[in-house]
């Protein structure tokens, strides 16, 4: 048989991949590479009450809105998923992950424990998640520190929560420990290309499977 008789696999259908850690552990750094390496995935960018720091730009970390037009987009459920995090507010906006699901690309999120609940309620079967450890309280205090974006107050206040979101760790389908920046990377591109993979995701796969049976029975 010659390669000309190949037969195209076919659609795949776009999973919801989400990276959660205690900040500080590197999820905003290993998603960037993900975005920057990964062909077929967009980022989503979520609404924030929260000030905006520096080298933040507006529309590409995050959407920098205030409360009363977060409160508007809940009532209008405009959003995915939306929590409280460190006394600000923090949403997925709907629909510019419903296109790219629909257009079959992957979709990338930067949110914490809450939100990744609120998605797996939602979408169970679309949800791949990934829980982000650091190597040890003293690196995470020292990232902290030299991503230097935040004061010293806020630094304590980071650190003192970060005992609570490690608590959900075993709530994630997988955990990477970020203590080699490559070889962490390395993983999680391994479990995005493992769970691309799964039958499920591979929506063409019957009529692959049915043309393949057909060229054997020719
Ligand atoms: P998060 O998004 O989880 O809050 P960041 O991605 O902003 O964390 O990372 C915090 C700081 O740690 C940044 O300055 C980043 O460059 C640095 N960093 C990330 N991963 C590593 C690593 N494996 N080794 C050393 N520094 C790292
Ligand atoms: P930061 O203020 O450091 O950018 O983010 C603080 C925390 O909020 C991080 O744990 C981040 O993952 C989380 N976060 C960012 N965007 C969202 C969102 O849209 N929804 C939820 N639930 N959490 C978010």
């Known amino acids: 048989m010659t390669r000309t008789h190949s037969i195209k696999t076919g659609e795949r259908r776009g999973l919801m991949f989400v990276l959660?850690?205690?900040?500080?552990a590197g999820k905003s750094t290993l998603s960037r590479m993900l975005i920057e390496k990964t062909?077929?995935?967009r980022m989503s960018v979520s609404v924030?009450?929260?000030?905006?720091?520096?080298?933040?730009?507006d529309g590409k970390h995050?959407?920098?809105?205030?409360?009363?037009?977060?409160?508007a987009m809940v009532k209008n459920r405009e959003l995915l998923e939306h929590a409280a995090v460190f006394d600000h507010h923090y949403g997925t906006p709907r629909k510019p992950v419903e296109d790219a699901l629909a257009a079959g690309e992957d979709v990338l999120f930067d949110i914490d424990w809450q939100?990744?609940?609120q998605l797996r309620e939602k979408a169970r079967d679309d949800v791949v998640s990934v829980f982000i450890l650091p190597p040890s309280a003293e690196d995470l205090e020292q990232r902290l520190h030299t991503r230097a974006q935040d004061s010293e107050s806020v630094i304590r206040g980071r650190m003192s929560r970060a005992t609570h979101e490690l608590s959900h760790?075993?709530?994630?389908?997988?955990?990477?420990?970020?203590?080699?920046?490559?070889?962490?990377?390395?993983?999680?591109?391994?479990?995005?290309r493992a769970e691309r993979l799964k039958r499920e995701r591979q929506t063409?796969?019957?009529?692959?499977?049915?043309?393949?049976?057909?060229q054997l029975q020719r």
Do not use: C
């Open 115 to 117: 939100g990744t609940q």
């Open 169 to 192: 760790w075993a709530e994630y389908d997988y955990v990477v420990v970020n203590s080699d920046l490559g070889t962490a990377f390395g993983e999680v591109e391994t479990i995005l």
């Open 204 to 214: 063409g796969l019957s009529a692959f499977v049915r043309a393949l049976q057909d």
């Open 62 to 71: 995050y959407h920098f809105i205030g409360k009363e037009e977060f409160d």
């Open 39 to 41: 062909p077929g995935m």
């Open 48 to 57: 924030t009450t929260r000030a905006k720091r520096p080298g933040e730009v």
């Open 20 to 24: 959660s850690s205690p900040s500080g």
